[in-house]
């Protein structure tokens, strides 16, 4: 999704580089600091923390590149599965099943 951003904020003639090399030369600062927060420590806490900071970058870049394509974002399936990823963050550590019956 960042490259797709990248490209509707220049024409799509940059390159965003191999393996993002060149984000943080066509990120704003904030979205920058919202990469860098994806990539995890090795901790617990970390990791969840990553994967909500990945869905917010993902939810920002790609609501600004369904308006630019002429495509609605799928809000109701971003927080569906936001729900349903803080639901699995909060099971206790020996729960054997996702939902209960």
Not at 9 to 37: C, I, R, T
């Amino acid at each position: 999704m960042i490259q797709w951003w990248i490209g509707t904020q220049h024409d799509f003639q940059v390159s965003a580089g191999k393996m993002g090399k060149y984000y943080k030369n066509y990120l704003p600062d904030a979205y920058w600091e919202l990469y860098k927060g994806t990539f995890s420590g090795s901790d617990y806490t970390s990791f969840w923390d990553s994967i909500f900071i990945a869905g917010e970058l993902f939810r920002e870049l790609g609501k600004d590149v369904a308006a630019h394509c002429q495509f609605t974002y799928p809000i109701e399936d971003d927080t569906n599965m936001t729900e349903y990823l803080k639901h699995v963050r909060n099971l206790p550590a020996d729960a054997k099943e996702i939902f209960e019956d």
